[in-house]
């Protein structure tokens, strides 16, 4: 069984960086695709980045790629989610995702998750 622990969230104003940490435990972190979703009050969940196993690549939603970095960590077993120039819309439940197979944004893909951290933007 996989588990995966969030960690990171909480306030930040406009403008402000946050970085976001997934531990995984429960098997090596080199078996999987690890993605980072968000959910903003009120609406679905949507997948913000995902990195690959095999060659580290990764993908981004378009509107956070330029503000956004993901990357693996692999000696901790740990995948991070560098998150900077932070907009008010950026807020919500950040949760990161394990999938054996593939990185995609639909979550029904996504085996193991997180609980989520809360990052809240606001001055």
């Known amino acids: 069984q996989v588990h995966l622990v969030e960690s990171g969230g909480g306030l930040a104003q406009p403008g402000g960086s946050l970085r976001l940490s997934c531990v995984i435990s429960g098997s090596p972190m080199k078996n999987y695709q690890i993605a980072w979703f968000r959910q903003a009050p009120g609406k679905e969940r949507e997948a913000i980045s995902c990195?690959?196993?095999?060659?580290?690549?990764?993908d981004y939603l378009d509107s956070e790629k330029d503000r956004f970095t993901i990357s693996r960590h692999n000696a901790e077993n740990m995948v991070t989610l560098q998150m900077n120039r932070l907009k008010p819309e950026d807020t919500g439940v950040y949760f990161c995702?394990?999938?054996?197979?593939?990185?995609?944004?639909?979550?029904?893909?996504?085996?193991?998750w997180g609980q989520g951290t809360q990052v809240t933007v606001s001055s």
């Open positions: 990195i690959r196993n095999n060659d580290a690549s990764t």
């Open positions: 995702a394990a999938d054996r197979w593939y990185c995609t944004e639909l979550e029904d893909e996504f085996d193991f």
